[in-house]
C-alpha cells in the first residue's frame, strides 16, 4: 500500500489551493479515505472523509463550507479542494485509508502574507 500526497504549497490567506494523494497497492474504489492534518507544534486533527463510491462526504467543523473532498476512482486518487484559506489551516496535511491504518508522508500547506 502506498499513499503519496502533492500540491502543497504557500498561499496567501483567502486563497485556494487543491492537494493530491495518490494510492497504489489496493483496490482503492473498495475504501472509505480521510484527509488528516497537523499543524506546527499541535496533535493530529481530522479533516475529511468520502466514502468508498464517493457518495458521502463529512468535515470538521473548522474546515466546513471551505474544503471538499472528492475522488477520482480510475485515477486511484483522493483531492482536497480549499477555498478561502486562513493562516490557522497551515499544517501537514496527510491523506489516509480508512480506518487509518495506512497513512501517507504528508504535503505542507501553509497560509501567510
Known amino acids: 500500500v502506498q499513499l503519496v500526497e502533492s500540491g502543497g504549497d504557500l498561499v496567501q490567506p483567502g486563497g485556494s489551493l487543491r492537494v493530491s494523494c495518490t494510492a497504489s497497492g489496493f483496490t482503492f474504489s473498495n475504501y472509505r479515505m480521510s484527509w488528516v492534518r497537523q499543524a506546527p507544534g499541535k496533535g493530529l486533527e481530522w479533516v475529511s472523509d468520502?466514502?468508498?463510491?464517493?457518495?458521502?462526504?463529512t468535515y470538521a467543523d473548522s474546515v466546513k463550507g471551505r474544503f471538499t473532498i472528492s475522488r477520482d476512482n480510475v485515477a486511484n486518487t483522493l483531492y482536497l479542494q480549499m477555498d478561502r484559506l486562513k493562516p490557522e489551516d497551515t499544517a501537514l496535511y496527510y491523506c489516509?485509508?480508512?480506518?487509518?491504518?495506512?497513512w501517507g508522508s504528508g504535503t505542507l500547506v501553509t497560509v501567510s502574507s
Open positions: 489516509a485509508r480508512f480506518p487509518m491504518d495506512f
Open positions: 468520502i466514502t468508498a463510491a464517493g457518495g458521502t462526504t
